[in-house]
C-alpha cells in the first residue's frame, strides 16, 4: 500500500520496500512521476499521526501559517476533504537509510531548511534538484502533499498545483555541465481523468531520449576540477597568437616593398573584410544556442547537416593537423638560419629542419597532453613574449638609425612615405599574388571556436573574442606595414661608402638620395636590403634584434600549439557524432576534461610525419584553402538558416546580414581560387567527395539543421502554388490510400502498390486504430514516428497515416476526407480483399463494402487486391518477435509484441505494435522465419513465401489487362506504369476485351487503334465474344452454396418476420435482388471462368472492378461476386476509376 493512498492513515509509515537497483537522477520515459488520487478518508484518518500522536508541523507548514492536521476538528476535516485530490510524487533521488526498513517520510527529511526537507524542490512550483539530492540516489521513495491542505510543488501563482512554472532546465537535452535535464508533468499528468492511469512515456512533443542521452543520464556530471575558460584565456589570446603568425615578422615587410603602403593596406583590409564578415557569421551561429565542442565542424554541421559538416570536419581537423607541421618546420627553419649564421649546423640544412622539428613537436605533444591548463598557460607566456617583440619594433621606430642608414632604415621621413606609398611589384608579383601570400596569416579567427567545448560561455567569449581579436591584428598589421613603409626603403646596398651629401647626387631623386645615400646601384645590381630584398626588416628596425627572433619563435610555437589542440578536439567532436563509423574509436576522452589523448596521438604522428618530409610549399596552399572552405559554409550557413525562415533561428547576435553573410561566402571561395586555382579545384573535389558519401550512409541524426527547414520551406511553397493550379489530364496520376494497417504486417500489398506509384505518385498508408480511446491514441503517437521510420528503412516513398475510430468504415471515411494537402490528397482508394468474409461477422463485412460505395461517393477510384495466400502477416511477426525477445531476454531491447485476438483477414487494419527491424518484410529472403523455434504450417510457410513475392524480378512473364468497362483508363494506366519499373519491364501487357462474336476482328482493330493512340505497348488483344454465355452448372451451384447462409429467404418467412429481419440484417440477401441480378452474377461466374481458362499462367491480372448500385445490392450478394470473379486466380487487381479521363491522345 503506498503511502497517501485513500485506504492509509495520512500519518501512516509507508511498509518497507524491496531494495531496488540504482535510479537515474530523472524520471526515465516509463516512469510515472505523479500518481493521483481521491480524498475520501473521514477526518480521522486525516487527523491522526502515527499511533494517534498528531504530527508536529512541519518548516513549510509553520512559514505559511498551516496548522497542523491535528489541530482541525473531525467534522471540519471531513467536509473540508471532499472534492480533494492527492498527488504522490515518485522522487528517484531519495536513499532510503541504511538498515531502514521502511521509506522516508517528508516529515523524515533533512533538516537543511524548506528546500532541503522537500529535496530542492522550492516554492512557486520550481522542480530543479539541489546538490544534495544530486549526490544521493537509491531506493525510490513516494513523496505525497494534499492539494488542500499541504503542499509538495507548493504554491504556484497561489494556487497548489502540479504544473510546472517556465525554467530552463525543462528544455535541456540532456544532463550536462550547466544544469540537470528536468522534465515538466506531462498533458496527460494533467489533463487525464483522477481515476485513469497517465501516460507512462512521460515524454511531451517529441523530447524522448536517445539511447546516448539516457546513457548520459545515469550518471551525475561532476565538474570538480573541469578547466573552463573565459573569453580572453579561451578566444582572444589564442586567435591573437593564430593571427599573429610568421607573416608579421618575416613577410610584411616584403608586401609592403611590392605593393606600397596603399595596397598593402588595402590586401590588410580585404583579407579583414572577409574575416570579419566570417567572425560575424560565428557569432550568430554561437549565439543561436548552446554550442558543444568541435568548432568548426560543430557550427557547421549543426546549421547545413551531418553531410556538410562531416566533409568539413574531416578536412578541417586534417588541416589543423597539418598546420601543426607547418608552424613547427617554420620554427626550425629560423633556428636553422640561426646556426648557418653562427656555424653551428648538426648534419645539413635539411635534417636539422628535421631534428629541430622532430624535438620541437615533441614538446609541444607533451604540453598539450597534459592539460588545457598548462596549454593555456604555455600560450599566455608566448602572447606576452610576442607583445614584447610588437612593442620593440614599435619603439624601435624613434631609436635614431644612424648606423643603420646604409641599410635603408631612416626611422620616420615623408619622403619615403610618399616614395613607398604606391606600388613596385617585381618579378611577375601582382596584386593578387601579394594578396594570396598575405592571406593565410588571417586564417587563425577560428582558434577559439575550435576549443568551444573547454569554454565557460561559447555564446559569449567566442563572438567577443573573435572580433575583438580580429580588430586588434587588423590595427597591428596595418600599423607595422605603415610604419615599415615610412621608415625603410625599397633598396639598399648595407654600404656605408654609398653615403652622399644630400642634394650633391646627379640621376638620383630618390628619397635615399634625398635622405644622404645613394642606393643607385641596385638598379643594375641585386642588393641585400631594403624591403624588397630582406625578410628580417623588423629586427633591423626594432630595438633590440634578438626579441623580433624570440617573437618569431613565439607566433610559430604559439600557432603549432593552437593548431596540435584544435585538431583531437574537432576530430573527437566528429567521431562522437559517428558519422564515420570506423573513426568512433576516438571519440573517447580521458580525465576531467575529457581529453582526447588518442586524437592527440593521431595528430602528433601526422604532424611528425609532413615535419620529416620538410617541403611544405606544395600542401601549404591546399592547408589554406581547407581553412577558407570552412569559412565559406560558415557564412554560408548563416545565408542558409535566414533563407529558410526557421522560427529556431533566434540568433543572440544581431550584427549580421544574410546577404553579407553571402557575399562572404562568395569572396572565400573566390579567395580560394585567387590564392591557388588547382589547389581549390583540389578542396572542392574532397569537400563533394566527402559529401557524396556521407549523404550515402545516410547517418542517423537530427540536429534541426537548416537545410531540413529549407526543404520544409520550399515544400510549403510548393504546395501552395500547386494549389492554383488546375489538374489536368496530362498529369494525372494514381495517389493512393492504401489501408495496410502496419505497414510491415503486409508487405506484399505495400511493395505491388509502391511498384506502380514510385517516383510517380503518391502514396499513404491508411492505419485504422479501434478499441479503447485511450489506448489507441497511445499506439497513435508511438506508432508516428515509428513506422515512418520503418518506411523509410525499406525505401518506400510513403507516408503514415493512424486515426482512431470506432471500426474500419469510419477510420476510412476520416482518411477519405482529410488526408492530404492541397493537390497532394489521394484520389485511389486500395485495400486488400477480405479473405476469411465467410467466417468474419456480417458486420464487418457490411463495413467493408460500404467502404467501397464511401469511396465512390468521395469520387475517388477503387483497387480492391487479392493474393490468393493473403497478405496478413502479423501474427508470424509477434511469433517471431516473442522467440526473439525471449532468446535475448538478458539484453534490453525495444521490441512492443501485442498477442491480442487480431482479425486475419487482409484489409482490415491490425492494431499490433510490430519490431521494424525484426519485420520478416524487412529481408529479401523471407522462406522462413529468422530466429523462429516454432515450426510455421504449410499455410503460413506459403503466407510467408508470397508477402515477398512483388520484391523479386518478375521475368518474361504476362501483365492481363481485363478492360471491360470504361472508367476513364485507370484499368489501363496502372498496368502500364508496372512495365516501367525495373522488376516488371520484362513483362508483356495482353489486354482483353468483350464484344460479339461476329465483330471480334472489328472491335480487335479499334483497340489496337485506341492504345497507339494511348502509346501503350501490348503484346496480345483478345475479344471475349463469349463473355454472356451462361457459365456451367456446377460453378452455378458452386455459388448458391456459398451465398445460402446470407439469403434472407423472405418466402418461407411471413412478410412482418422478413422485413424486420432485413431491417435488422440490411445485409442479407432477399429472393427479389437475386432475382434482379442474376444476369449480372452469371456474369461473373462466366468472367472467372474465362479467366481461368486465359489467364492462369499471367504474373498479374488487372481487372474492371464490378460496381453495385448502393441501397439495391446487398452486401453479402456484392461480396459474393467480388469473391466468385477473383477465386483461383494469381494476383488480381480490381480497379474501377472514378470514371474521369486519366489518359489522353493529345500532346
Known sequence: MEPGSPSSPAGEQPPAAPPEPVVPLRPVASQSRFQVDLVTEGAAGAAEGPKGRSPSPSPEQEDQGIAPPGDESTAAAAEEAKGRFRVNFVDPAWEEPAGSGCGVSPQQAPPQGSEAAMNGYPQNGDTLLSEGSLQSAGTTTHHYYDTHSNTYYLRTFGHNTIDAVPRIDHYR??????????????????????????????????????????????????????????????????CMLNI?????????????????????????????????????????????????????????????????????????????????????????????????????????????????????????????????????????????????????????????????????FFNYQSEIFYENFGPDFREGESFFSVFAIFFPAATGILAGANISGDLADPQLAIPKGTLLAILITTIVYAGAAVVAGSCVVRDATGNLTDAIISGTATNCT??????????????????????????????????????????????????????????????????????????????????????????????????????????????????????????????????????????????????????????????????????????????????????????????DVNWGSSTQALTYLIALQHAIRLTGVEDHVKNFRPQCLLMTGAPPSRPALLHLVHAFTKNVGLVVCGHVHTGPRRQALKEIATDQAKYQRWLIKNKMKAFYAPVYAEDLREGTQFLLQAVGLGRMRPNTLVFGFKKDWHQA?????????????????????????????????????????????????????????????????????????????????????????????????MNDQKLLQASSRFQKQQGKGTIDVWWLFDDGGLTLLIPYLLTTKKKWKDCKIRVFIGGKINRIDHDRRTMATLLSKFRIDFSDITVLGDMNTKPSKDNIAAFEEMIEPFRLHEDDREQEASEKMKAEEPWRITDNELEIYRMKTYRQIRLNELLRENSSTANLIVMSLPVARKGAVSSALYMAWIETLSKDLPPILLVRGNHQSVLTFYS
Open 510 to 699: 630618390n628619397a635615399a638620395c634625398k635622405l644622404g645615400f645613394n642606393f643607385s646601384s641596385c638598379a643594375t645590381t641585386p642588393c641585400s636590403y631594403g624591403l624588397m630584398n630582406n625578410f628580417q626588416v623588423m629586427s633591423l628596425i626594432s630595438g633590440f634584434g634578438p626579441l623580433i627572433t624570440a617573437g618569431i619563435f613565439s607566433a610559430t610555437l604559439s600557432s603549432a600549439l593552437a593548431s596540435l589542440v584544435s585538431a583531437p578536439k574537432i576530430f573527437q567532436a566528429l567521431c562522437k557524432d559517428n558519422i564515420y563509423p570506423g573513426l568512433h574509436v576516438f571519440s573517447v576522452g580521458y580525465g576531467k576534461n575529457n581529453e582526447p589523448l588518442r586524437g592527440y596521438v593521431l595528430t602528433f604522428f601526422i604532424g611528425l610525419g609532413f615535419i620529416l618530409i620538410a617541403e611544405l610549399n606544395v600542401i601549404a596552399p591546399i592547408i589554406s584553402n581547407f581553412f577558407l572552405a570552412s569559412y565559406a559554409l560558415i557564412n554560408f550557413s548563416v545565408f542558409h538558416a535566414s533563407l529558410a525562415k526557421s522560427p529556431g533561428w533566434r540568433p543572440a547576435f544581431r550584427w549580421y546580414n544574410m546577404w553579407i553573410s553571402l557575399l562572404g561566402a562568395i569572396l572565400c571561395c573566390g579567395v580560394m581560387f585567387v590564392i591557388n586555382w588547382w589547389a581549390a579545384l583540389l578542396t572542392n573535389v574532397i569537400v563533394l567527395g566527402l559529401y557524396i558519401y556521407v549523404t550515402y550512409k545516410k547517418p
Open 173 to 238: 537535452n540532456t544532463v550536462a555541465q550547466l544544469g540537470e535535464k528536468l522534465i515538466r508533468p506531462s498533458l496527460a499528468e494533467l489533463h487525464d481523468e483522477l481515476d485513469k492511469e497517465p501516460f507512462e512515456d512521460g515524454y511531451a512533443n517529441g523530447e524522448e531520449a536517445s539511447p546516448a542521452e539516457e546513457a548520459v543520464s545515469k550518471h551525475v556530471v561532476d565538474n570538480k576540477g573541469v578547466v573552463k575558460f573565459g573569453w580572453v584565456k579561451g578566444v582572444l589570446v589564442r
Open 841 to 937: 461477422l456480417m458486420k464487418d463485412v457490411d463495413n467493408y463494402i460500404n467502404t467501397i460505395h464511401d469511396a465512390f461517393d468521395c469520387q475517388y477510384g477503387v483497387v480492391v487486391i487479392r493474393l490468393k495466400e493473403g497478405f496478413n502477416i502479423s501474427h508470424l511477426q509477434a511469433q517471431e518477435e516473442l522467440c526473439t525477445s525471449q532468446e535475448k531476454s538478458a539484453q534490453p531491447k525495444d521490441i512492443v509484441v501485442n498477442l491480442e485476438h487480431s482479425d486475419a483477414d487482409s484489409s482490415k487494419p491490425s492494431s499490433k505494435s510490430v519490431s521494424e527491424t525484426n519485420s520478416p518484410a524487412a529481408s529479401q529472403d523471407q522462406k522462413e522465419v529468422r530466429g523462429s523455434s516454432v515450426p510455421l504450417n
Open 244 to 408: 599573429w603568425g610568421v607573416m608579421l615578422f618575416i613577410r610584411l615587410t616584403w608586401i609592403v616593398g611590392h605593393a606600397g603602403i596603399g595596397l598593402a593596406v588595402l590586401v590588410i583590409g580585404m583579407a579583414t573584410v572577409v574575416t570579419t564578415i566570417t567572425g560575424l557569421s560565428t557569432s550568430a551561429i554561437t549565439t543561436n544556442g548552446f554550442v558543444r565542442g568541435g568548432g568548426a565542424y560543430y557550427l557547421i554541421s549543426r546549421s547545413l547537416g551531418p553531410e556538410f559538416g562531416g566533409a568539413i570536419g574531416l578536412i578541417f581537423a586534417f588541416a589543423n593537423a597539418v598546420a601543426v607541421a607547418m608552424y613547427v618546420v617554420g620554427f626550425a627553419e629560423t633556428v636553422r638560419d640561426l646556426l648557418v649564421e653562427h656555424n653551428a649546423l648538426m648534419i645539413d640544412e635539411v635534417n636539422d629542419i628535421r631534428i629541430i622539428g622532430t624535438i620541437t613537436v615533441v614538446i609541444l605533444f607533451g604540453i598539450s597532453v597534459a592539460g588545457m591548463e598548462w596549454e593555456a598557460k604555455a600560450q599566455v607566456v608566448l602572447l606576452g613574449i610576442l607583445l614584447i617583440a610588437i612593442g620593440n619594433f614599435a619603439v624601435g621606430t624613434f631609436i635614431p638609425a644612424h648606423d643603420k642608414r646604409a641599410k635603408g
